[in-house]
Nanobody
Framework: VQLQASGGGLVQAGGSLRLSCAVS????????MGWFRQAPGKEREFVAA????????YYSDSVKGRFTISRDNAKNTVYLEMNSLKSADTAVYYCAAGTSLTISTIKSQHAYAYWGQGTLVTVSS
């Protein structure tokens, strides 16, 4: 399983970016997907997640109302639309894939078996 994240860059505070994560797999596994981020000097934290089938979504409190996670299963791609960006959103963003995640585990990085390489988002104030 390979995950390729893209779409990061430099943006001014208040601006928007759209991250993409393409999933390639030899199996027909249906992955639940998450976005995590790690700011300099901080631990990696949960940002958003979406189930494969019902497409229920979950967000951290810090991004709720500003970020939107979505997916296109036909394209094996998950997106993170980020609006009203703040300097506090500056981080390396990682997409991750897992299977059979539950409401209790979907926000935990330890529940995800596969990770992308990360894409840097820098928000200038």
């Amino acid at each position: 399983v390979q995950l390729q994240a893209s779409g990061g860059g430099l943006v001014q505070a208040g601006g928007s970016l759209r991250l993409s994560c393409a999933v390639s797999s030899r199996s027909s596994a249906r992955f639940d997907m998450g976005w995590f981020r790690q700011a300099p000097g901080k631990e990696r934290e949960f940002v958003a997640a979406i189930y494969w089938g019902v497409k229920s979504t979950y967000y951290s409190d810090s991004v709720k109302g500003r970020f939107t996670i979505s997916r296109d299963n036909a394209k094996n791609t998950v997106y993170l639309e980020m609006n009203s960006l703040k300097s506090a959103d500056t981080a390396v963003y990682y997409c991750a894939a897992g299977t059979s995640l539950t409401i209790s585990t979907i926000k935990s990085q330890h529940a995800y078996a596969y990770w992308g390489q990360g894409t840097l988002v820098t928000v200038s104030s």
